[in-house]
């Protein structure tokens, strides 16, 4: 065996681990174009008089084992549209974590309540039921759960403390498309679920969203919200509540019902790759894979997420990230700043959603303080994202092989790095990252 310290990190002019591309994203092919072409040239393309989109509601609800499902333009929408039917208004606060995608926090503002972060915990990176607890206030009507990365949340824990205080409990699980808590698919296990078809992520329509839920009253709710106030028996001219056209069209509806049919194979290869990749990162020193809980009986995988011990490696996260990625290995830090330091938070540049701030005008996030969230956020939090785990058993090994040389060459990353490459894209070094970037434009597959 190669004595660990006769390598050269690629960083400092080594070969690099691995050259080849990872799998690209989407994934796509003839029966997309069929379904696509068929449902253009059936002329129908809205959702109201189309077929594709009710479709994919009836799969996506029965997959979930939930009464309903309603396709929505966007995850962020149907946030809004799951917060409102719920009944949530101005005054109210909504408990949600720091380490998410905007949405999860701005889609409270745009609901004219006040978002209440509360930290999450540093192994799972999800949110943590006992900072939830200690959030709670006689304002809090709901909370906000994310299931990051694809790894359900303590619903447990959520489900028991949302009972004990009266909360509705929304899931965001735009990441989790498939995961399982306990043998349940989560975003039916709340009393409202929000999922997300955007590009990047596992089941995608370009942009869409979706809603779950099991509850007849807030479906209704939901329903007339996405159709511009409508009733279900009601006229098409006749409006009984403030909504909006937030249907999903039928090209989308179409594509997804394409897409849904690779869905549970690609599934079953992220979960397959992702507990290949924890068990072997796991062994290397400095390198923490999100925790993987008992009660996860699947995970979605949209990220794989881990912590670098920047003590270990004796460098930055950042250094550690040019040093992967200069190995051929596509990784990036991650939400980078909690969502309360955010200039929409700091400044609180609402627009026209005051409702947070009539009722609290002492609201002030620069003072808020999630010290789990900020250890994870700036300083070790690495995602691998979900295509590559798309690839072969033999492609993670590249991963774990490009880990354990860094670590064991990690005296290399002390120092000063070459110059910033000059394509202007703000990472040095131009080793295969570039080159695979460029190749990972969209193609098409046959997965
Ligand atoms: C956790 C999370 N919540 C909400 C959203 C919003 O979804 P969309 O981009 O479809 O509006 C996203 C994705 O972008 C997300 O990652």
Redesign the pocket.
Known sequence: MEGPMTDTLAIRGGKPVREKPFPSWPCFGDREEKRLLDALRSGVWGKMQGTEVKQFERTFAAYHEAKHALGV???????RIALIAAGIEAGDEVIVPPY?????AS?VVEANATPVFADIDLETSNIDPACIEAAVTPRTKALIV?H?GGLPCDMDAIMDLAARHNLVVIE?A??AHGAEYQGRRVGAIGHLG?F???S??NVTSG???IIVTNDDRLAEACWSLHNCGRVPEGKWYEHHILGGNYRMGELQGALLNAQWERFEEQAGRRERNGRHLAEHLGAIPGIHPQKRTADCTRHGY?LFALRMDPAVFGTSREVFLEALQAEGIPAAAGYPIPLYREPLFTNRAFGPYTGCLSERPDLDFSRVRCPQCETLSTVQGVWVHQPNLLAEQEDMDDIVAALRKIYECRDQLAGPLAEKSSSGDGRIGRGPVHTQRRASAVSREKT
Do not use: P
């Open positions: 333009v966007n995850g962020t929408v149907a946030l998410t995608f905007m949405a999860t889609a994310v990051l965001d735009c990441h929000c997300s078809f955007q990047s992520k942009e869409g969203g949209h």
